[in-house]
């Protein structure tokens, strides 16, 4: 008998996955909406997302066992149109090629580049729809486990959509910082996003852990760890100070200072924003606990 | 198609193990793996105190969501009933390991897949019974068919009104537990 099979592989996939998708998001936001603006933090989206969504996946496969030494036992994965790891294969094998031809096409690089350039538009089309099926599937994965209660809402697919938008805007705007430094007054205009998203985020959280006190007794014991157990100095310090409540302030005060804000400070509300997006993911998985039985 | 299940009366139980080992044999398994366990619970107070012990082992359950989740089909239910893993399929994903929520199934780390209580299926198809209900020195466990009211499995069932754990999950085990 065990307490939980997922750990910091999984936890780290679902993360990756999820900011990778975000910046999908962030990146064909940028370069819909705010055309005359900046490219940078645009192209810097379509840079990171690929290979975030490649590593996390990696993560994945390292987490299998036999399907790992001996990859042709893979095939099989798409076996079972019920099972939510048969659809996130199918959803990845899409996105992960449609995120690295868009970052080749907003990036002019290669012919490939080039040629897709033409078709921009389309690549943004479905490439979000199928950002946002990977990141609301990685809170699929989980929602639909019986074994554990707690996991078992559609508020979880909810909370990861938002946490990988705030997480992949974040990984978005600390590469846009690193390739073009004049660009921090764009970005100031995408503080907003974070404004949004992690309001959003705060709410379907509190939603999710307070109605969990209520929902069943291993519900209630793991929303219990989190606001007053044993994970709580986790909870409350990593995820709701630093993840999203000193993130939130910082990220007003740079919409409405307008650029005059320090660099450090910018990039700093981002870092804290995908350290909050990788603790929570880990303290749900974590805090999961299987029903009473006996 | 006989719809096999077992009965156990944990009043009878006296937390030897000899199940455990039993099973360890008869599946080849290391002396640290293993399809079932013993667990206890206190009962009461002194004077009037006493202790439970539980036998576990998977529920071969109708409505098994380890294979709803399973994405390569290597969890599958055989036509009597048993749920099953594919060892040549599996791919070691641990999914149905989350999924179960009696939490009755492992990993093998030597062959990177997943294992659990077979109930014995060589030993049944050949008439005999689980390895697990012949040992029992005190005869917890009754192997059977369900669906023949007139089995001993049934009768007892019926007899003791025994009930599945958790029944309220919804995943229709095929194990029955007679508490007292
Ligand atoms: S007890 Fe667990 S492993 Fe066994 S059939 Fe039910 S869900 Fe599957
Ligand atoms: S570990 Fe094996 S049996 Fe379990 S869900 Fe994955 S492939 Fe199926």
């Given amino acids: 008998m065990q307490e939980s099979a997922w750990g910091w592989l999984i936890i780290t996939y679902l993360f990756l996955a999820g900011a990778g998708s975000g910046a999908f998001i962030a990146a064909v936001a940028c370069d819909l909406l705010a055309p005359d603006w900046s490219k940078a933090l645009a192209r810097a989206g379509s840079l990171v997302a690929g290979p975030l969504v490649v590593i996390g996946t990696l993560c994945l496969a390292l987490d299998l066992e036999a399907g790992f030494w001996q990859p042709w036992r893979q095939v099989y994965m798409v076996n079972n149109l019920r099972s939510m790891i048969s659809w996130g294969f199918i959803i990845l094998s899409i996105f992960i090629p449609i995120a ?195 | 198609m006989p719809r096999y299940g077992i009965a156990i009366d944990i009043t009878k139980c006296i937390g030897c193990h000899s199940c455990r080992v039993a099973c360890q044999n008869q599946n080849s398994l290391e002396s640290n793996e293993t399809f079932n366990w013993i667990k206890h619970r206190d009962r009461g107070r002194y004077p009037s105190y006493d202790k439970e012990f539980i036998p576990l082992q998977c529920n071969h359950c109708e409505n098994a969501p380890c294979q709803r989740v399973c994405p390569t089909g290597a969890t599958y239910t055989t036509k009597e009933g048993i749920v099953l893993v594919n060892p040549k399929t599996c791919v070691g994903c641990k999914y149905c390991m989350e999924a179960c929520p009696y939490k009755m199934r492992i990993i093998d780390h030597r062959r990177g897949i997943v294992e659990k209580c077979r109930l014995c299926i060589e030993l049944v198809r050949d008439g005999g019974t689980p390895a697990c209900v012949t040992t029992c020195p005190t005869q917890v466990r009754l192997f059977g068919d369900l669906d023949d ?28 537990y007679k508490r007292s």
């Fill in chain 1, 100 to 294: 690295l031809v868009y970052a080749a096409a907003l990036n002019e690089i290669t012919f490939v580049g080039k040629l897709a350039q033409k078709y921009i538009t389309i690549i943004e089309i479905i490439g979000s729809i199928f950002a946002v099926a990977t990141a609301t599937y990685t809170g699929v994965l989980i929602a639909v486990v019986n074994g554990v209660p707690f996991w078992n809402t559609p508020l979880m697919p909810v909370l990861f959509l938002a946490s990988a938008i705030s997480t992949g805007l974040a990984a978005a705007m600390i590469l846009a910082a690193i390739i073009d430094v004049n660009t921090i007054k764009t970005l100031s205009n995408f503080a907003l996003g974070h404004v949004i998203f992690l309001s959003v985020e705060a709410l379907v959280l509190m939603l999710l852990v307070f109605m969990s006190l209520t929902r069943s007794t291993e519900a209630a014991a793991s929303a219990g760890m989190l606001i007053s157990g044993m994970l709580s100095p986790y909870f409350w310090g990593l995820v709701v100070i630093l993840g999203l409540v000193v993130p939130f302030i910082l990220s007003v005060f740079e919409f409405l200072e307008y650029g005059q804000m320090p660099k450090a400070l910018v990039v700093g509300a981002d870092i804290l924003v995908l350290i909050g997006g990788m603790s929570i993911r880990a303290l749900i998985v974590f805090s999961g606990t299987p029903p009473q039985i006996i």
């Fill in chain 2, 149 to 176: 009211p007139k089995s001993a499995v049934s009768v007892f069932i019926a007899k003791t009104g025994s009930q599945p754990l958790r029944p309220d999950l919804g995943t229709i085990p095929k194990i029955f």
